[in-house]
């Protein structure tokens, strides 16, 4: 079954403690991307890969990093969270030749 | 830049009466247009793609409708019902460059009993 695993669902962080949300999927597909989800304003583009080692910034950028090491994995890490950062995040794979995006459960991570 | 606008933002109806959620897009050159259904809490699921030679597509209750020239777009819900209530959104993708679709910011449809 095709599938993209977020971890953790929920998540409830200090200001300052560094965490990591993972992305996995098992389609061998080549893009990924994180997105954020706030109320009004739909899906906001974090960062994205093309391909392995291939990372770039989307519309929000900001307090994120990611990595690319192996094509089914895309890790979130927020090195320094702040409350400005809670918020529902959605990891998200597709191919070129198909593009349909095929989405994560979601993390809803709240920073107080 | 390329852009989706969604209209309208958002809508509440009585079950069984039918909607019509629309999209523009400047996104350019055009690959393909996508409607996806967002329930709460969840990832979004697509529903239909519309390429530049399709005008029209059913799925079920649902209708999409593509109009390149004009550059927009229509999802129509026919005899609508309580399951219906999400958030739809309209994902164009453009055919060069990095493939990466750009999203409208959704319409939010309430189906009242």
């Known amino acids: 079954e095709a599938q993209v695993t977020q971890n953790p669902r929920y998540l409830i962080t200090v200001t300052g403690k560094k965490l990591t949300v993972t992305c996995s999927q098992n389609m061998n597909h080549e893009y990924m991307s994180w997105y954020r989800q706030d109320p009004g304003l739909g899906l906001r583009q974090i960062y994205y890969s093309m391909n392995v080692e291939v990372t770039d910034k989307g519309d929000v950028p900001e307090g994120y990093k990611v990595s690319r090491k192996e094509k089914r994995n895309f890790p979130l890490i927020l090195e320094s969270p702040s409350p400005n950062q809670t918020s529902l995040y959605f990891c998200?794979?597709?191919?070129?030749?198909?593009?349909?995006?095929?989405f994560g459960q979601g993390t809803r991570l709240t920073v107080v | 830049k390329n852009q989706v606008e969604q209209s309208p933002q958002s809508l509440i109806i009585l079950e069984g009466k039918n909607c019509t959620l629309q999209?523009?897009?400047?996104?350019?050159?055009?690959?393909?247009l996508r409607w996806y259904k967002q329930d709460t809490g969840r990832g979004p699921v697509s529903l239909t793609i519309?390429?530049?030679?399709?005008n029209t597509k059913s799925n079920g209750r649902y209708t999409a409708t593509l109009d390149a020239d004009t550059k927009q777009s229509s999802l129509h819900i026919t005899a609508s019902q309580l399951s219906d209530s999400a958030s739809y959104i309209c994902?164009?993708?453009?055919?060069?460059?990095?493939?990466?679709?750009?999203f409208g910011r959704g319409t939010s449809l309430i189906v009242h009993p």
């Open positions: 994902v164009v993708t453009t055919k060069e460059g990095s493939y990466i679709p750009t």
């Open positions: 519309m390429t530049f030679s399709e």
């Open positions: 999209c523009n897009y400047t996104v350019s050159p055009f690959s393909n």
């Open positions: 998200a794979t597709w191919d070129r030749l198909n593009t349909e995006a095929f």
